[in-house]
C-alpha cells in the first residue's frame, strides 16, 4: 500500500514538473520568436530609411528640374484654353448637323428594314424552290403510305371526286398564271426600289463619315490639352507633399527607434537570465523523470503479469466448457441425423408413387391435346385462305402505287430544271453585290489614308514649340484636306453614277430575261395541260383494262388457291398421322422406362432400410462404448479430486513449517544488505530490494521473481530455494499418484456398478507444475459434467505457477536478457522444468507445416502489412530470426485463426547445434490470440537463431492461421548530452 501511495505522490510531482516544464518551454519559445520579430523589424526599418534618404535627394533634383518647365506649362495652357473656346463653338456646329444626319440615319434605318423584310420573304420563296429531292421524296413517300390506307375508302366516291378534280384543277391553273405575273411584277418593282436606296445609303454613308472623322479629331486634340494640364499639376502636389511627409516621418522614427534599442537591450538582459536558470531546472527535472519512468515500468510489468495470468485460467475454463458442449452436440447430431434419414426414405417412396401418378396424367393429357391440334389445324386452313384473299388486294394497290410514282418522277425532272434557272440568276446578283462591297473597301481604304496624314499632321504640331505658328498650319493643312476631300467627293460621285448607270442597264437586261422566262412558263403550261388530258384518257382505258385483268386474276388465284388447300390438307393428315404414332410410341417407351426405374428404386430402398439398422446398431454400440468411458472418467476424476485434497493438506503443512521458519530467522533489514544474496548484483535506485516472503532474506527484483498461491494471501514473492524446495514436494506427490499401480483397469460390462461417492472438497491452496502444451481444445473428448467443472474449476490453475506471462518467465529463466550484470546464468539440471522438455520434444519429433527464414535486414523491411502462416491440425510452424549484433529488440504481433495457438520462442547459437543445447527464452504457453492480437518483446544479448514457434499439436482436427508481424529496434546510445 505504501508503495503504491509513494508511486501516485511521485506520478503527481511528475505531472506538475512535467507541466512547470512546458510552461518555462512555451515561455523560452515565445520569448525566442519575440527577439526574432524584433531584430527582423530593425532591419526593416533602417533599409526603408535608407531608401527614403535616396528617394528625396532624387526628388529634390526632380524638383529643380521641373520648376523652369513650369512657366512653360503654364503659358500653354493660356493659349490652349483660347483654342479650346474656338474649337467649342466649332464643335456645336457640327452637334447640330449631327442631330440632322442622325434624324435621316433613322429615316433610312425603317426604309432599310423594310427592305430586309421584303429580302427575307423571297429569300423564302427561293429557299421552297431550292428543297432537295430527298426531301420532297421523302414526303410523297408519306403521302403514298397514306393515299395507300384511303384506296380501299376511296373506290366508291372515285367518279364524282374526276369530276370535281377536273373543275378545281382548272381553277388552281388560272390562280397559278395570275400569282406569277403578280410575283414577277412585284420583284421588279423591289428590285428598282432596293437599288435606289442603296445609292442614297452609300452617299449619307460618305458624309457621316466624313464628319466623323473631324470630331474624332478635334476630340483627341481636347483630350490631350487637358490631360497635360492636369498631370502637370498633379506632379507639382505629390512632390510636394510627400517632401513634407518624409521630413517628419524622419523625426519620429529616428526617436521611436532609439527608444526601441533601450528597451531592446533590457529585455535580452532579462531574457538571458531566465534562460540560464530555466535551462538549470529543466536538467534537474529530466534526471527525476528517468527515474520515475524506470520504476513506472516495473510497476506496469508487475500489472500486465497478473493479467496474463487471469487470461490463462479464463481460457482453460472455457475450454472445459466447450468440451462438454460439443460432447453432448456430437450425440444430439447422431439422433437427428438417423431421424433424418428415415424421413428421407419415406418421401422418396411418396415421391414414386407421385410419378407414377403424373405419368397416368400425362397419357390422358396427350390424348387431349391431339383432339385439340386437330381443331386447330382447321381453323388454321380457314385463316390461310383468308390471307390468299388479302394478298391479292395488296399487289393491286401497289401497282397502283408505282404508276402514281412514274409521274411523281416527272414532275420532279421538272422541277429540278426551274432550280437550276433560279441559281444562275442567284449568282449573278451574287456578282453585283461583290462588285458593290469591292468599292465600299475602297472607301474603308481612302478613309484610312486620310486618317494616316491626320496622325502625321499631329506629331508635326507636337514638334514645333508655338502654337500660333501651329494653328496656321493647322488651318493650311485643314484647307489642304478639305479640298482633298472635296476631290474625292467628286471622284465618288463620278464612279457612283457609273455604277447606277451599270445597274440600270443589268435591270433591263433582267427585265429582259424575265419575260422571255414568263413567255417559256405560258408555253410549258400549254404543253402540260396537253399532256394530262392525254394521260386522263390513257388512264381511263387503263383502268378498264385493268378491271377485266384482275377479274380474270381472281378466278385464277381462286383455282390456285383451291389446289394448295387441297394438298396441304392432305400433307397435315399425313403429318399429323405420323406425329400420333411417334407419340403413341414414345409414350409407351416412357412408360416402360418409368417401370424400370420403380423397381430400381424399390432395390434401393430394401438396401438403404439394411444400411440404416446396421448404422443403428453400431451406433448403439458406440454410444455405449462412451458411456463407459463416462463412468471411468468420472470415477478417475473423483480419485484427482482425492488427490488434490491431499495436496492441498501438504500445502498447508509446508505453508505452516515456512512460517515457523520465517519466525525463528531473522527478518532483515534493509540497510544490512547491500548486495543481493543469490547473484551479488549491488543494489541501486534501478535494481531495488525484495524481501523473499517465506526465509525473510533480501533479494534483487530478477532473483525473487517467483510466486506460490496461498489460501489466504493469492500469491506471495518467493526466492529460487524455496520456490525448488516447493516445487519438488508437489512434484514427488504427482509422480506417486501417476503410478501405473493407482491405475484400475475398467470394469466389465456386464457388471453393474453403484455410482462413486465423491470426497469432501477444501478449498485449500496449492501449487502445481504441468505442461500447458498437452492440453487440447478439440483432441482427447474428455466428458466432464458441469457440476463437476464448477466444483473443480478453482483448484485446477495448471500452467499459471510456471512464471505467469512471457516477459516473468523471460525474466526468470534468463535476468542477462534486460542488461542487469549478473553474469551469465546457466540453468541447472535441476531448474529445468517440464515445460522445457515439452519443447525440446516438440523440436525433435514434431511435424513442420512451414518455415520462414529471415534475417534483421527482413524484419526491417518487413512493412506495415501483416504476413500468414499456415499450421496443419497436430503440426507446428516456425519463423527462425538470424541475429549477428547483440542489444537489438525484435517485437512481435500474431492473432489467429479460428482458434488459440500455443507460443515458444528458443535461442541456438547456429544452425548445427542440437535440440538439446538449445535454450528455451519463452516456453509454451497456450494463447488466447483468436480474441485479441498477442504482442512481446526480446532483447538480444548474443547472436545465434532465434526461432518463434507456433504450435498447433494440442488440435488433431482444426488446422489454423496466424497473422503475424515483425518489427526491429536498435540500440539508443545516450552520450549524456542531457545532464546537468
Not at 392 to 404: D, K, M, Q, S, Y
Amino acid at each position: 500500500m505504501k508503495a503504491q501511495e509513494d508511486l501516485e505522490e511521485l506520478q503527481k510531482k511528475v505531472a506538475t514538473l512535467t507541466e512547470e516544464l512546458q510552461k518555462k518551454e512555451a515561455e523560452l519559445g515565445s520569448s525566442s520568436e519575440a527577439l526574432q520579430q524584433l531584430e527582423a523589424k530593425n532591419q526593416n526599418l533602417t533599409t526603408k530609411r535608407d531608401e527614403l534618404t535616396t528617394s528625396l535627394s532624387v526628388h529634390e533634383g526632380k524638383i529643380k528640374e521641373l520648376s523652369p518647365r513650369l512657366e512653360d506649362y503654364k503659358t500653354q495652357c493660356a493659349d490652349l484654353l483660347e483654342s479650346k473656346e474656338k474649337l467649342q463653338n466649332t464643335v456645336r456646329r457640327y452637334e447640330e448637323e449631327q442631330k440632322e444626319m442622325t434624324d435621316k440615319r433613322t429615316a433610312l434605318e425603317s426604309e432599310l428594314a423594310a427592305l430586309r423584310a421584303s429580302e427575307k420573304q423571297l429569300r423564302g420563296q427561293l429557299d421552297d424552290a431550292k428543297m432537295t429531292v430527298d426531301e420532297k421524296e421523302k414526303a410523297l413517300r408519306e403521302e403514298n403510305r397514306r393515299l395507300d390506307e384511303g384506296l380501299q375508302r376511296a373506290k366508291m366516291a372515285a367518279n364524282l371526286s374526276e369530276t370535281t378534280l377536273k373543275c378545281l384543277e382548272q381553277e388552281n391553273q388560272s390562280l397559278q398564271e395570275e400569282q406569277e405575273t403578280l410575283n414577277a411584277t412585284e420583284l421588279n418593282a423591289k428590285a428598282e426600289q432596293l437599288e435606289n436606296k442603296e445609292k442614297d445609303l452609300l452617299k449619307l454613308l460618305s458624309v457621316v463619315e466624313v464628319l466623323e472623322t473631324k470630331e474624332k479629331e478635334l476630340e483627341i486634340a481636347k483630350t490631350t490639352a487637358e490631360a497635360m494640364c492636369v498631370r502637370q499639376t498633379e506632379v507639382i502636389d505629390r512632390v510636394t507633399s510627400e517632401k513634407q511627409a518624409m521630413e517628419s516621418s524622419q523625426l519620429e522614427r529616428s526617436t521611436v527607434q532609439a527608444k526601441e534599442n533601450q528597451e531592446l537591450t533590457a529585455k535580452l538582459t532579462l531574457i538571458e537570465g531566465q534562460l540560464e536558470v530555466s535551462m538549470k531546472e529543466v536538467s534537474r527535472l529530466q534526471a527525476v523523470l528517468m527515474n520515475l519512468k524506470v520504476q513506472m515500468q516495473i510497476s506496469e510489468e508487475e500489472k500486465q503479469r497478473s493479467q496474463v495470468q487471469l487470461e490463462v485460467t479464463e481460457a482453460q475454463r472455457d475450454e472445459l466448457r466447450s468440451l462438454t458442449e460439443q460432447l453432448k452436440l456430437q450425440a444430439e447430431a447422431l439422433n437427428q441425423k438417423h431421424i433424418a434419414e428415415l424421413m428421407e426414405g419415406k418421401n422418396k417412396e411418396e415421391a414414386l408413387i407421385q410419378q407414377r401418378d403424373q405419368e397416368v396424367k400425362a397419357h390422358a393429357d396427350l390424348a387431349n391435346s391431339v383432339a385439340a391440334i386437330q381443331e386447330e389445324v382447321s381453323t388454321l386452313k380457314a385463316q390461310n385462305n383468308r390471307l390468299a384473299v388479302e394478298n391479292n388486294e395488296i399487289r393491286e394497290g401497289l401497282h397502283r402505287a408505282n404508276t402514281e410514282m412514274a409521274e411523281l418522277g416527272m414532275t420532279i425532272c421538272k422541277l429540278n430544271a426551274e432550280k437550276e434557272e433560279a441559281r444562275e440568276l442567284w449568282r449573278g446578283k451574287a456578282a453585283e453585290i461583290e462588285e458593290r462591297e469591292r468599292l465600299v473597301e475602297r472607301l474603308e481604304e481612302c478613309k484610312k489614308e486620310l486618317q494616316l496624314e491626320n496622325n502625321h499632321f499631329r506629331e508635326e504640331l507636337k514638334q514645333k514649340e508655338s502654337l500660333p505658328g501651329i494653328v496656321m498650319e493647322l488651318q493650311r493643312q485643314l484647307e489642304k484636306t478639305q479640298n482633298h476631300m472635296q476631290g474625292v467627293k467628286d471622284s465618288c460621285r463620278e464612279e457612283i453614277d457609273a455604277i447606277k448607270f451599270q445597274m440600270s442597264s443589268e435591270t433591263m437586261n433582267h427585265q429582259v430575261n424575265l419575260k422571255s422566262l414568263s413567255e417559256q412558263l405560258e408555253q410549258s403550261k400549254v404543253k402540260l395541260q396537253e399532256e394530262q388530258r392525254k394521260a386522263s384518257n390513257l388512264q381511263a382505258k387503263v383502268t378498264q383494262l385493268q378491271g377485266e385483268n384482275e377479274e380474270y386474276l381472281q378466278l385464277i388465284s381462286e383455282k390456285d388457291a383451291h389446289i394448295i388447300r387441297t394438298e396441304s390438307t392432305i400433307r397435315e393428315s399425313e403429318s399429323e398421322i405420323q406425329q400420333l404414332k411417334n407419340t403413341g410410341s414414345s409414350a409407351q417407351e416412357a412408360h416402360l422406362s418409368l417401370q424400370t426405374l420403380c423397381e430400381e428404386l424399390k432395390q434401393k430402398l430394401k438396401k438403404t432400410e439394411a444400411e440404416k439398422q446396421t448404422q443403428y446398431v453400431q451406433l448403439t454400440a458406440e454410444i455405449e462404448d462412451m458411456n463407459t468411458t463416462k463412468t471411468n472418467l468420472e470415477e478417475r476424476l473423483i480419485e484427482l479430486i482425492k488427490d488434490k485434497d491431499a495436496l492441498w493438506q501438504k500445502s498447508d503443512a509446508l505453508e505452516f513449517e515456512q512460517k515457523l521458519r520465517a519466525e525463528e530467522r531473522w527478518w532483515l533489514v534493509d540497510k544490512e544488505a547491500t548486495n543481493c544474496l543469490d547473484c551479488q548484483g549491488q543494489f541501486t535506485w534501478y535494481l531495488r530490494r525484495h524481501h523473499c516472503r517465506l526465509c525473510g532474506r533480501i533479494f534483487c527484483y530478477y532473483c525473487s521473481n517467483n510466486f506460490i498461491a496461498t489460501k489466504h494471501n493469492g500469491k506471495e514473492r518467493c526466492c529460487r530455494d524455496c520456490y525448488t524446495q516447493h516445487s519438488a514436494v508437489v512434484e514427488r506427490f504427482t509422480e506417486a499418484q501417476l503410478t501405473p499401480s493407482d491405475l484400475s483397469p475398467p470394469p466389465p460390462e456386464d457388471a453393474p456398478q453403484p455410482p462413486p461417492e465423491p470426497a469432501p472438497y477444501k478449498p485449500t491452496p496449492s501449487v502445481t507444475v504441468s505442461d500447458p502444451g498437452n492440453r487440447s481444445d478439440d483432441g482427447g473428448f474428455d466428458v466432464i459434467t458441469e457440476e463437476e467443472v464448477n466444483g473443480v474449476y478453482d483448484s485446477d490453475t495448471t500452467s499459471q505457477t510456471t512464471g505467469g506471462s512471457l516477459e516473468g518467465e523471460l525474466d526468470r529463466q534468463h535476468p542477462a536478457a534486460y542488461g542487469v550484470g549478473t553474469g551469465d546464468v546457466t540453468p541447472d539440471e535441476d531448474q529445468v522444468t517440464t515445460l522445457q522438455d515439452s519443447e525440446f520434444n516438440l523440436l525433435k519429433s514434431g511435424e513442420v507445416t512451414m518455415a520462414v527464414p529471415l534475417s534483421m535486414e527482413d524484419i526491417s523491411q518487413f512493412g506495415d502489412g501483416s504476413r500468414e502462416l499456415f499450421i496443419k491440425s497436430s503440426c507446428y510452424s516456425v519463423i527462425t530470426v538470424s541475429v549477428a549484433d547483440c542489444g537489438q529488440t525484435i517485437s512481435w504481433m500474431f492473432s489467429s485463426e479460428p482458434k488459440s495457438i500455443s507460443f515458444s520462442v528458443v535461442y541456438q547459437e547456429s544452425s548445427d547445434v542440437q535440440a538439446q543445447q538449445s535454450k528455451v527464452l519463452i516456453p509454451l504457453t497456450r494463447c488466447s490470440s483468436h480474441k485479441e492480437t498477442v504482442q512481446g518483446k526480446l532483447k538480444v544479448q548474443h547472436p545465434g537463431l532465434y526461432t518463434l514457434i507456433f504450435d498447433n499439436s494440442f488440435s488433431r482436427f482444426i488446422s489454423k492461421k496466424v497473422l503475424y508481424h515483425l518489427t526491429m529496434e536498435r540500440p539508443i546510445i545516450y552520450d549524456g548530452s542531457d545532464g546537468p
